[in-house]
């Protein structure tokens, strides 16, 4: 079988896109697949890179061509230049896409859409799922419904920035209090994305915010742990162990993420069993309220008198060798190699389920 590879993107979170490529390209079972890297530069383009028949043997010889026009063709450390091809030309049987992409255009349900048109397997979430796991705003009010703890936010829309002003700071100071962390509604790891103490700072956050989305929102800032929970399955929902983000600052930047590596992961988390237990229940609820598949990542706090409150769900989670995803089904006891399995077989049985149903439709 084929699996196509798809990285890169339009988004803001472009690199990491490529990390989580080429992690999985180490690990991916060669013995039943054949892997086609396509990377979609910057500004859009779709580059189809050679076939690999094995893995990565040289980790450290690989390095990422920056250029928008070249892609990497992730075999051996060496680097060619992919062939340009349309979108729609990854349709052929006995194939499964395998989007790792983050941000928009890539978890935001629009290229999800584009699979189930074209009428082909993917790993991860659906269109609905997606799109609503993406939409910070949306899925506040999807976990409201759902009767899953948050903490106090207001959203806020550019135009009303930009028309009253005061308005937006009087629904903000009213409803909150500082420190406030401002957020695009649509951008993941840390991008876009302030801590405010006063309201020179909130000017500034939501300013910085509104460059990546016209929809921004405003949360109440709380002392809090930040702890992940890792989801598995279709409708067969399996969760992990909670994970802890250990902080050493108030807030970790994209930079400090991604970049710097500067992020502490304690897994599991100490937490007593009643927390685990919750944050499970709580991370299971959420993926089947966003109507989720594949996999996701739940993000929640936890104060000192344990209460929990969700923070958002992440559809297609930062997959990189040290990312908090693969790490929490590590220590769950689900290696790397077999999570990637376990993604493509829940994407092709998801597939199967779903054609299984139109036909029955149209007959």
């Known amino acids: 079988m084929k699996i196509f590879l ?29 892997v086609e890297p396509i990377y979609i530069t910057k500004s ?5 890179g050679m076939t690999l028949e094995s893995p990565v043997i040289n980790a450290d010889a690989l390095k990422f061509e920056e250029a928008d026009e070249a892609v990497l063709a992730i075999k051996e450390g060496a680097i060619s230049t992919g062939v340009e091809i349309s979108p729609t030309s990854i349709k052929q049987e006995d194939a499964v896409i395998f989007p790792v992409l983050h941000g928009p255009n890539g978890e935001d349900g629009t290229i999800q859409g584009l699979f189930e048109v074209i009428g082909m397997p993917y790993v991860g979430a659906g269109v609905l799922a997606s799109a609503c796991g993406m939409d910070k705003i949306i899925s506040k009010y999807l976990f409201q419904q759902a009767g899953l703890p948050q903490v106090p936010y207001v959203p806020v829309l550019k135009n009303n920035w930009s028309t009253d002003a005061e308005k937006v700071f009087m629904q903000c100071e009213g409803t909150l209090l500082y420190p406030m962390f401002v957020k695009p509604a649509n951008m993941g790891s840390s991008v876009g994305i302030s801590k405010a103490e006063n309201r020179e700072e909130l000017i500034e956050a939501i300013e910085e915010a509104l460059k990546y989305d016209r929809r921004i929102v405003v949360e109440q800032g709380i002392e809090a742990r930040e702890l992940e929970v890792a989801v598995l399955g279709n409708s067969d929902i399996h969760t992990s162990v909670p994970g ?4 050493t600052v108030d807030f970790y930047d994209y930079d400090s993420k991604y970049i710097n590596n500067e992020v502490t992961l304690q897994i599991p988390a100490k937490v007593t069993e009643d927390v685990s237990i919750q944050l499970r229940e709580y991370a299971a609820r959420a993926f089947q309220t966003l109507d989720g598949s594949g996999l996701s990542r739940c993000d929640f706090f936890l104060t000192s008198n344990d209460e929990i409150f969700i923070n958002e769900v992440n559809t297609m989670p930062g997959f990189t060798q040290f990312s908090m995803y693969p790490l929490l089904w590590e ?7 077999d999570l990637v399995e376990e993604l493509i077989q829940l994407a092709l049985r998801r597939f199967e389920e779903r054609q299984a149903f139109q036909y029955s439709e149209e007959s």
């Open 6 to 34: 798809i990285y890169g993107g339009k988004s803001a979170e472009h690199d990491v896109s490529i990390l989580t490529a080429f992690s999985i390209t180490k690990e991916i079972y060669y013995k039943y697949y054949d």
């Open 244 to 247: 802890e983000i250990v902080k």
């Open 44 to 48: 859009g383009k779709w580059l189809q």
């Open 331 to 337: 220590n769950t006891g689900l290696g790397y190699g």
